[in-house]
């Protein structure tokens, strides 16, 4: 009986280390979260996310694909916030057609639950959600896409 407690609990913590993504361990390990993925250094975290969107600005904007262009990213305990620019698509109607009649929409939210974001249990923890927003050739979006990581 010993050893089969100690064999749930040996693969429970197995299980619960590997749902932690590699941000996570190091999130954890900076003691800027807990154990349970809670925030417990505001300060410490949102620094984090400032350096992450700084390195990442260099990036963009960077072509895609030949019809997308990923204008800027901003990372927060919020979400991560995208902008990007589809060829030709100038208006909502368009945008809509693009990204539900092509399957776009479907892709980039396998694109993005992919990501190390949407592995953390710290976002996860936080509600946070990929935003994306399509803008047009004034710069003014046309449409968003809100896609909350616990859905991936």
Same mark, same amino acid.
């Given at each position: 009986? !010993?050893?089969? =407690?100690? $064999?749930?609990?040996? #693969?429970?913590?197995? $299980?619960?280390? %590997?749902? #932690?993504?590699? =941000?996570?361990?190091? =999130?954890?390990?900076?003691?800027?979260?807990?154990?349970?993925?809670?925030?417990?250094?505001?300060? !410490? $975290?949102?620094?984090?996310?400032? @350096?992450? @969107? %700084?390195?990442?600005?260099?990036? $963009?904007?960077?072509?895609?694909? #030949?019809?997308? @262009?990923?204008?800027?990213?901003?990372?927060?305990?919020?979400?991560?916030?995208t902008n990007y620019k589809l060829e030709d698509v100038e208006t909502k109607k368009d945008a809509e057609y693009v990204l539900f009649h092509f399957g776009l929409a479907q892709d980039y939210k396998n694109y993005l639950c992919s990501s190390e974001f949407a592995g953390s249990e710290t976002f996860k923890k936080l509600n946070a959600k990929f935003n994306i927003n399509f803008l047009n050739t004034d710069s003014s979006v046309i449409y968003s896409l809100k896609i909350p990581m616990s859905s991936c």
């Open positions: 009986m !010993k050893k089969a =407690l100690l $064999f749930i609990g040996l #693969a429970a913590n197995s $299980f619960y280390m %590997n749902a #932690a993504s590699e =941000l996570d361990r190091v =999130l954890q390990r900076d003691g800027i979260v807990d154990s349970d993925f809670r925030i417990i250094e505001h300060k !410490k $975290f949102d620094e984090l996310m400032r @350096t992450i @969107t %700084n390195n990442m600005a260099s990036m $963009f904007p960077t072509k895609v694909d #030949a019809n997308s @262009t990923i204008l800027s990213v901003n990372v927060s305990r919020f979400g991560i916030y």
